[in-house]
């Protein structure tokens, strides 16, 4: 097995901005594991808030090199077995490399991921769109350039947060939920569920930080009169079950738990602990989209919004189309690159 790393700079539609800052081009990583002449691609986007910079990455990958071609594996799941222990401190770059594993074997097995997790494309629910926070006036132009989602995530943390909520009902009746990104303390959320609720929110992704006070997560558990989602409170497997009886559901995302790989055994973990489950993304392209894509028969929520907030798309693969999303005709995870993009939003790596 051969490897091949593509770095790329993604432009956004519009500057995203979340309660921790705002970002115009997304770093990408994206790995191209070859065999027999095929080839899987897997993706992790550059993330500062957990230590993860494309230099990091590439490091980390260059160092599995003689790893990983000199090894052969029967599987996604052998490969990210042997590869964890070697990887452990950067769950991103072991995510790539999953990521890829997987589109690459369901390529040579002929099938997609999906099947070859034994899911049946079935009650497969449609992605949000996020709308990251602006001004209202912005953020009202940004939800009426695309109207016809059925499904609006909005990035709130700021001083006027129910009041962008209240602007943005105006415009449409579509299911909003809102994501505070750690930016609410419990008493915040509990008072601002009350008025969400009125105004059609369906749940509340991550209000609190990441280290608050278990007490304070209970409080807002029992007390809140909407749902409340783990996101930077579920990155791995262990925080599942710490999650239970804290949230109601959790919101795995590939690059922060490690991949598919695990990614299949926490959602279905939490389940069996009564939780809602989710699969969210970061801004990135069509790589990471296809891979997250063939987990939605596990899910009852999905934010698979990442490629089309960006403007210009390196890879080709499943597509998001007004939140439904519609697999590709290729197997594995469906993911290829358009050589004509990737040329175009290649950085010139400095290792």
Not at 188 to 200: P, Q
Not at 310 to 337: H, M, Q, Y
Not at 344 to 350: A, F, G, K
Request: with cysteine.
């Amino acid at each position: 097995m051969n490897f091949t790393l593509h770095r790329f700079a993604l432009p956004l539609q519009h500057e995203f901005t979340i309660a921790r800052g705002s970002i115009s081009v997304q770093n990408s990583l994206v790995v191209e594991l070859v065999q027999d002449g095929v080839s899987g691609f897997g993706e992790a986007t550059e993330n500062l808030y957990y230590g993860h910079s494309l230099n990091s990455m590439t490091q980390s990958i260059n160092s599995c090199k003689s790893f990983l071609e000199s090894n052969e594996f029967d599987s996604p799941e052998e490969l990210w077995q042997q590869l964890q222990p070697l990887l452990q401190n950067d769950v991103f770059a072991l995510s790539a490399i999953d990521l890829a594993a997987h589109d690459l074997f369901g390529k040579i097995a002929g099938r997609h991921t999906y099947e070859m997790l034994d899911l049946k494309w079935e009650n497969i629910p449609e992605s949000s769109y996020t709308i990251g926070i602006d001004s209202i006036d912005k953020m009202v132009s940004k939800l009426n350039e695309l109207p016809n989602w059925r499904i609006y995530k909005i990035k709130l943390g700021t001083d006027q947060d129910v009041e962008i909520i209240r602007q943005l009902r105006q415009h449409t009746s579509a299911t909003f939920r809102v994501d505070a990104n750690c930016g609410w303390s419990a008493e915040e959320t509990i008072e601002n569920s009350h008025a969400l609720k009125k105004l059609g929110v369906e749940f509340i992704e991550q209000p609190l930080a990441a280290n608050a006070d278990r007490k304070e997560q209970v409080r807002v558990f029992e007390g809140s009169t909407l749902p409340i989602i783990a996101d930077e409170s579920c990155l791995v497997e262990a925080d599942v079950e710490n999650c239970a009886g804290r949230f109601h559901g959790v919101n795995v995302k590939l690059c922060k738990c490690g991949g598919v790989t695990p990614a299949v055994r926490m959602l279905r973990q939490a389940r069996t602990l009564g939780m809602k489950t989710m699969v969210g993304c970061m801004v990135e392209s069509s790589v990471g989209i296809s891979a997250a894509a063939q987990l939605l028969p596990l899910l009852d929520y999905a934010d698979l919004d990442g490629a089309v907030l960006i403007s210009k798309d390196p890879a080709d693969g499943v597509t998001v189309t007004n939140g439904a999303v519609r697999l590709s005709e290729r197997f594995g995870n469906g993911v290829v690159l358009n050589r004509l993009n990737a040329e175009e939003l290649t950085l010139i790596s400095d290792e």
